[in-house]
């Protein structure tokens, strides 16, 4: 939420940015991810990431950061459940959720 690009696009006042940070932790479950072997060859920085999900037992994770679409990534995760989709595709799939009631 501090990125600059984050802050030029949304303009929060940084108590919008808490107040929305403290709603999402009273709907979000803390863990702590237990590292493995390297995941994301072309950016280890996103391997926490990859791990968090996979300890919290995710079953999406969603994002546009292109290294999380390699065929590895998504391997690994498939194996472990997790879907990989970007916000457009995850809006699409929780509206046709919606309408069918699930």
């Known amino acids: ?59 999406v994770l969603c994002t546009l950061d292109a290294h999380f679409y390699e065929e590895s990534v998504k391997s690994f995760c498939t194996q472990r459940n997790i879907v990989i989709m970007d916000d457009a595709e995850l809006l699409r799939v929780m509206r046709t959720q919606e309408e069918k009631g699930d």
């Open 1 to 59: 939420m501090a990125y600059p690009r984050i802050e030029r696009r949304w303009r929060l006042h940084p108590r919008e940015v808490e107040q929305y940070l403290q709603a999402l932790a009273s709907l979000s479950e803390v863990v702590k991810p237990h590292p493995g072997i390297p995941i994301v060859a072309k950016d280890i920085n996103d391997d926490p990431i990859i791990y968090t999900a996979v300890t919290g037992k995710a079953d």
